[in-house]
């Protein structure tokens, strides 16, 4: 260490960064960029995930999943299908945070990580943390990049802001076009398959998701033997789903999209 102290204090002296080429100095270091999750880690878990609320559908889901005893996670955002201030959104944030499901931030309006500055990044993503805080008291730990798109910038933003970006190893293809006859086969093959854990990603803003895929999925794979965990809870120990939490606020003029 001496010897890269005094080759730091040599190279101000003369004005010179030689970090290229004197091999006494030490490597700059690196931002750390956020670990991303693609899979669960407990073996028989399915993780089922939502993104893109909240909108109409969360009360029945949470009826659904009841039936299952399934907890599942919502990554949610601020100003997308819904103002998550409009009262009945409020009621649904609070009415999964009730139930014992876990909620994550997906950008306060669904944007493209990867196409946003550095101070954009973090306004998208501390909208939606502010949203939850005040709604229901909790900081979340967990995040998924809206179209699953991220760079090396976005993960520094979403390490910078404590927090792990949530991928997934099954989509349902809900948003993607797919009918609800195709999501249920898609998850038909996959109960067939059984894997050791799943990740799946749906979204809580289509009916039939929440009326047609969602029945069906937690059907076929309950009769696999799987539990259904949240994404805390399939990653294993050390992953958080909260920062933190402390009461929730009352809502007021400034809770607005
Ligand atoms: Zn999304």
Same mark, same amino acid.
């Given at each position: 260490?001496?010897?890269?102290?005094?080759?730091?204090?040599?190279?101000?002296?003369?004005?010179?960064?030689?970090?290229?080429?004197?091999?006494?100095?030490?490597?700059?270091?690196?931002?750390?960029?956020?670990?991303?999750?693609?899979?669960?880690?407990?073996?028989?878990?399915?993780?089922?995930?939502?993104?893109?609320?909240?909108?109409?559908?969360?009360?029945? /889901?949470?009826? $659904? +999943? @009841?039936?299952? *005893?399934?907890?599942?996670?919502?990554? %949610? &955002?601020?100003?997308?299908?819904?103002?998550?201030?409009?009262?009945?959104?409020?009621?649904?944030?609070?009415?999964?945070?009730?139930?014992?499901?876990?909620?994550?931030?997906?950008?306060?309006?669904?944007?493209?990580?990867?196409?946003?500055?550095?101070?954009?990044?973090?306004?998208?993503?501390?909208?939606?943390?502010?949203?939850?805080?005040?709604?229901?008291?909790?900081?979340?730990?967990?995040?998924?990049?809206?179209?699953?798109?991220?760079?090396?910038?976005?993960?520094?933003?979403?390490?910078?802001?404590?927090?792990?970006?949530?991928?997934?190893?099954?989509?349902?293809?809900?948003?993607?076009?797919?009918?609800?006859?195709?999501?249920?086969? /898609?998850?038909? $093959? +996959? @109960?067939?398959? *059984?894997?050791?854990?799943?990740?799946? %990603? &749906?979204?809580?803003?289509?009916?039939?998701?929440?009326?047609?895929?969602?029945?069906?999925?937690?059907?076929?794979?309950?009769?696999?033997?799987?539990?259904?965990?949240?994404?805390?809870?399939?990653?294993?120990?050390?992953?958080?789903?909260?920062?933190?939490?402390?009461?929730?606020?009352?809502?007021?003029?400034?809770?607005?999209?």
């Amino acid at each position: 260490m001496r010897s890269s102290v005094f080759a730091l204090l040599a190279a101000a002296v003369v004005g010179v960064v030689a970090q290229e080429t004197s091999p006494a100095m030490p490597p700059l270091e690196k931002r750390a960029l956020a670990t991303v999750y693609t899979k669960c880690k407990v073996a028989n878990t399915v993780a089922i995930t939502f993104d893109d609320g909240p909108y109409s559908y969360e009360q029945e /889901l949470i009826t $659904t +999943l @009841a039936k299952y *005893k399934a907890k599942a996670t919502f990554f %949610l &955002n601020g100003h997308n299908w819904a103002c998550i201030y409009d009262d009945s959104r409020i009621a649904a944030v609070k009415a999964l945070y009730a139930a014992g499901h876990e909620l994550g931030g997906h950008t306060w309006s669904h944007a493209n990580m990867s196409s946003l500055t550095w101070d954009k990044m973090h306004n998208e993503m501390w909208k939606v943390e502010e949203a939850l805080i005040r709604i229901v008291g909790v900081n979340p730990a967990l995040f998924r990049p809206p179209y699953g798109e991220y760079n090396n910038l976005a993960l520094s933003a979403i390490a910078a802001r404590n927090q792990s970006a949530i991928m997934w190893d099954f989509d349902s293809g809900d948003s993607s076009g797919k009918t609800p006859a195709q999501t249920n086969a /898609l998850y038909d $093959t +996959l @109960a067939s398959k *059984k894997p050791s854990s799943v990740l799946t %990603l &749906n979204h809580s803003t289509y009916n039939t998701t929440a009326k047609q895929t969602i029945p069906h999925a937690l059907e076929v794979l309950s009769k696999r033997g799987y539990k259904f965990v949240t994404v805390s809870q399939c990653l294993g120990g050390g992953v958080k789903a909260y920062q933190w939490t402390q009461k929730a606020g009352v809502k007021d003029s400034t809770w607005k999209c």
